[in-house]
């Protein structure tokens, strides 16, 4: 099962299925009160910034399964932040990789528990995050990055 937390659908998560794993709480940054069952465990996930934007990625193009010009879907769930905004680990995982993303931004992809592998996309990846790298639930992994078409996504 993937999570994708990004722009495009090139392999991680768009931000995908934020909306479906977690819904909006007093803190954003607590555990959700609803969770994730995957064989048979259960996960609880933080939203990965710290506040909720205030663009809906529920709504445009910006949601899970968004049609697109090409007549592909739109594979995560776009969160509009300022350049510079912390992106955090949604749950305790390990770092298996990051590269090059879209328009001069990164991707970061992370197993967490469970099996779930999240990529979260038009990034900066922070420093130390590197292949067998252990993250915290909560953990600042990255910054939103401004992309060279000028959009601030995480």
Known sequence: ??????????????????????????NP???????LTETNN???????????????YKTGGRYFGANRPSRRKHAGCDL???SGTEVL???DGEVLQSYPFWQ???ALEIKHQGGMIVRYCEISVASGMRPGIRVS??????HVKRSKKKTWRC
């Open 89 to 91: 680990a949604m749950e």
């Open 137 to 142: 639930k909560g953990q600042v992994i990255a």
């Open 1 to 26: 099962m993937h999570l994708k937390v990004s722009a495009n659908w090139r392999g991680f998560l768009r931000r995908a299925y934020c909306a479906e794993i977690v819904p909006h709480t007093a």
């Open 104 to 106: 001069g931004t990164d």
């Open 42 to 56: 259960t996960v609880p996930w933080i939203f990965p910034l710290r506040s909720r934007p205030t663009l809906s």
């Open 29 to 35: 940054v607590e555990t959700s009160r609803s969770s």
């Open 80 to 82: 509009i932040a300022p």
